[in-house]
């Protein structure tokens, strides 16, 4: 049974935020943002954890990642919106990873770490035991306002996610992850074109506009070659 598209939550009458003495002005812009964002108001009265989760909806709607049965796994989870989605959506396990602290959600095993440790990949394969057929990554760094760095920098995350992904991918699996817009991707591209039957580029409709941010969906994992 096919499921209903989301819908894109409509704009209500913006909300005007004085500066508090206590509050800066970048700090008020934050929260005007925020009260005039109709998807941080959606997220709230849905039950996301964040305006994130409707980024995965859309990607799913379009891409049909998430089935039932499946083992995702989502890093760069907090604060749950993804997870969130896999598991309503019918993934029968999900293993969300993050370095801040994720409440606990029904259907998912949370691990609380740096990706980049040395140890984290062996500390993940032996959480997910059968391996995985979609893989998330939602990591981004702490931005620097310098767009070729910051660049650099998500891209550098997106190459470690496919490394593992690589690794614990069953063959017709998909990969998911978050690229800022720019031009040294090549080498992540060329990755992902080598290991999976189709590479796109996505910018959901819930990515604010403003925003660099795109995702690259590989779909069709070939597999492991038999030597690995």
């Known amino acids: 049974m096919s499921r209903p598209p989301v819908k894109s939550p409509s704009r209500s009458l913006s909300v005007f935020v004085k500066t508090a003495k206590s509050r800066s002005q970048a700090s008020s812009r934050w929260l005007a943002r925020q009260l005039n964002d109709p998807y941080v108001v959606a997220a709230k009265q849905q039950g996301w954890r964040s305006r994130a989760a409707f980024k995965l909806l859309e990607l799913d709607d379009k891409f049909k990642l998430i089935r039932k049965g499946i083992r995702v796994l989502d890093l760069g989870a907090a604060p749950g919106g993804w997870t969130q989605v896999a598991v309503k959506r019918g993934a029968a396990f999900v293993l969300a990873v993050d370095l801040l602290p994720i409440d606990p959600i029904h259907g998912a095993a949370i691990v609380q ?29 702490n931005t620097t306002g310098h ?36 031009g040294s991707e090549k080498p992540l591209l060329d990755a992902l074109k080598q290991n999976f039957a189709s590479v796109r580029h996505a910018k959901p409709p819930s990515s604010r506009k403003e925003s660099s941010e795109l995702y690259v969906v590989a779909t069709g994992f070939k597999g492991r070659p038999s030597s690995v």
């Open 113 to 141: 770490g740096d990706f980049a440790d040395p140890d984290m990949p062996v500390r993940l394969a032996a959480e997910l035991g059968g391996g995985a057929d979609l893989v998330l990554s939602d990591m981004a760094p």
């Open 147 to 182: 767009a070729s760095t910051d660049h650099i920098r998500i891209v550098a995350l997106a190459e470690m996610a496919l490394d593992f992904a690589i690794g614990v991918l069953s063959p017709g699996g998909a990969f998911i992850a978050k690229v800022f817009q720019g």
